[in-house]
């Protein structure tokens, strides 16, 4: 059995992971690798909430802000670049410190991805295409009928998930969750997942206070800018799509700022209802003290290294 570890740091948006992880990573002294898919795009920086100078300065970070939003980058590549550079960092360490709220990304570096049926390009160009003419609500309801078991567990609000999931569901006449959790790949470390909770009122505030903050910070203007590229995947995403409509005039500013705290804790529900699914997780509240979970981290890892 190896005696490498990869510590999965989880938990919903704005729970305090980042801080949780650069603890960690000092205390085994190793580096961070990043499973945020939202802050893999150098150009998406406030409204990723991407590490500060500080925390990025405190450990070395792998995966944040790597790519252009004009790059295609698939959870496919993100799981091949992950793991050959969890095993270089290996080569050094005996633990390395994974975190990131997208459970999806997480899951391809632990277990690896699913095996999914081969798509036709007609079949995905003709559910774009009914995007475009009949509006994401029409694609919501038919993979609400499809497959309502990932419905409540998709981020129903980002039409590339919605497409991906009612391709699959059409090619294979069976649904899309039917391909999720098959056989785990064997990876050649132990897996660790610690997870950071609190109750829903205090996980809802703290995402409303962390939407000011960036608001304050200068996401309207970030978003501006990146007007002009409305339709690209990555910025189909809370907090870019809800400002696109504003730049539309679809929205007023403040109704735009509100379904950014609402579609955030709609996405925060969903990041919970997935770590739910995980029996493996050891699980910490939000204040508690770095030495107590320490400590928990430390013992669990001796009793069971191989979790």
Same mark, same amino acid.
């Given at each position: 059995?190896?005696?490498?570890?990869?510590?999965?740091?989880?938990?919903?948006?704005?729970?305090?992971?980042?801080?949780?992880?650069?603890?960690?990573? =000092?205390?085994?002294?190793?580096?961070?690798?990043?499973?945020?898919?939202?802050?893999?795009?150098?150009?998406?920086?406030?409204?990723?909430?991407?590490?500060?100078?500080?925390?990025? !300065?405190?450990?070395?970070?792998?995966? /944040?802000?790597?790519?252009?939003?004009?790059?295609?980058?698939?959870?496919?590549?993100?799981?091949?670049? *992950? /793991?050959?550079?969890?095993?270089?960092?290996?080569?050094?360490?005996?633990?390395?410190?994974?975190?990131?709220? @997208?459970?999806?990304?997480?899951?391809?570096?632990?277990?690896?991805?699913?095996?999914?049926?081969?798509?036709? @390009?007609?079949?995905?160009?003709?559910?774009?295409? !009914?995007?475009?003419?009949?509006?994401?609500?029409?694609?919501?309801?038919?993979?609400?009928?499809?497959?309502?078991?990932?419905?409540?567990?998709?981020?129903?609000?980002?039409?590339?998930?919605?497409?991906? *999931?009612?391709?699959?569901?059409?090619?294979? !006449?069976?649904?899309?969750?039917?391909?999720?959790?098959?056989?785990?790949?064997?990876?050649?470390?132990? @897996?660790?997942?610690?997870? /950071?909770?609190?109750?829903? $009122?205090? /996980?809802?505030?703290?995402?409303?206070?962390?939407?000011?903050?960036?608001?304050?910070?200068?996401?309207?203007?970030?978003?501006?800018?990146?007007?002009?590229?409305?339709?690209?995947? *990555?910025?189909?995403?809370?907090?870019?799509?809800?400002?696109?409509?504003?730049?539309?005039?679809?929205?007023?500013?403040?109704?735009?700022?509100? $379904?950014?705290?609402?579609?955030?804790?709609?996405?925060?529900?969903?990041?919970?209802?997935?770590?739910?699914?995980?029996?493996?997780?050891?699980?910490?509240?939000?204040?508690?003290?770095?030495?107590?979970?320490?400590? =928990?981290?430390?013992?669990?890892?001796?009793?069971?290294?191989?979790?």
């Amino acid at each position: 059995m190896s005696s490498k570890t990869l510590i999965s740091v989880v938990g919903p948006t704005a729970i305090g992971k980042t801080r949780l992880a650069i603890i960690l990573a =000092k205390h085994f002294k190793t580096e961070i690798v990043s499973a945020d898919s939202r802050q893999f795009f150098k150009e998406m920086h406030i409204g990723t909430a991407v590490p500060s100078a500080e925390e990025l !300065k405190a450990v070395p970070h792998h995966f /944040i802000q790597h790519k252009s939003i004009f790059e295609p980058y698939s959870v496919g590549d993100f799981e091949k670049e *992950a /793991i050959a550079q969890i095993e270089k960092l290996f080569q050094n360490n005996d633990y390395v410190v994974m975190v990131g709220g @997208s459970g999806l990304y997480v899951d391809a570096v632990v277990n690896g991805l699913d095996e999914f049926p081969q798509i036709d @390009s007609k079949l995905r160009d003709s559910l774009n295409q !009914k995007l475009e003419k009949e509006g994401l609500e029409c694609l919501q309801e038919e993979l609400l009928v499809l497959d309502p078991k990932y419905y409540h567990l998709v981020d129903i609000h980002n039409p590339h998930r919605v497409i991906r *999931a009612l391709e699959v569901c059409l090619t294979a !006449k069976k649904p899309y969750s039917s391909f999720l959790n098959q056989k785990r790949k064997k990876r050649n470390f132990n @897996s660790f997942y610690v997870g /950071i909770q609190a109750d829903r $009122e205090v /996980i809802y505030e703290r995402i409303n206070q962390r939407v000011d903050i960036m608001i304050e910070a200068g996401l309207l203007d970030e978003a501006k800018k990146l007007y002009p590229h409305k339709n690209l995947n *990555a910025l189909q995403t809370v907090g870019y799509k809800e400002l696109l409509e504003y730049f539309d005039k679809n929205f007023t500013l403040d109704f735009a700022i509100s $379904e950014i705290k609402k579609n955030t804790r709609r996405f925060a529900k969903r990041q919970l209802t997935w770590l739910r699914k995980n029996k493996n997780i050891l699980w910490v509240d939000f204040n508690t003290e770095p030495k107590v979970i320490l400590e =928990k981290i430390t013992n669990q890892l001796k009793t069971n290294p191989h979790a």
